[in-house]
């Protein structure tokens, strides 16, 4: 059963200088392995970022509406939601702190153009 969905776009070009930021700073929105992930290789920099930035907006609308019984800031959200590529194919980690308690398997989709990047948080009630 499908409990909640989010999703968000965003313009790619908001995030063209975000590989000059510093690591601290990019570590209020990014997990590690997300920052390192986008730097990889510089060409690609911006589009990565922004997609994992729609896909923690996208979840942050999902765990909002709704979905949990006290809303939460959204940097909260962010440091707490993970993008991580699992052969090639981008998996959702929703730290279980956020979630009430219910288990939950997240979808996630990431798409891009050459100028927008925008991202579908789905959460699923899981059989168990």
Not at 37 to 55: D, G, K, T
Not at 65 to 86: H, Q
């Amino acid at each position: 059963m499908i409990l909640a969905i989010g999703h968000d776009m965003v313009e790619i070009e908001r995030f063209a200088q975000w590989h000059t930021y510093s690591p601290v700073k990019l570590q209020k929105i990014f997990h590690q392995t997300e920052i390192e992930y986008c730097l990889h290789i510089p060409a690609y920099s911006a589009q990565r970022f922004a997609v994992r930035f729609a896909a923690k907006e996208a979840a942050y609308k999902a765990l909002c509406s709704g979905y949990l019984i006290n809303p939460l800031a959204f940097l909260t959200v962010a440091k707490s939601v993970c993008v991580v590529m699992d052969g090639g194919k981008p998996q959702l980690y929703v730290d279980p702190s956020l979630q009430i308690h219910q288990p939950t398997t997240w979808h996630v989709s990431l798409t891009h153009s050459k100028s927008l990047a925008s991202a579908v948080v789905i959460a699923e009630l899981s059989d168990t």
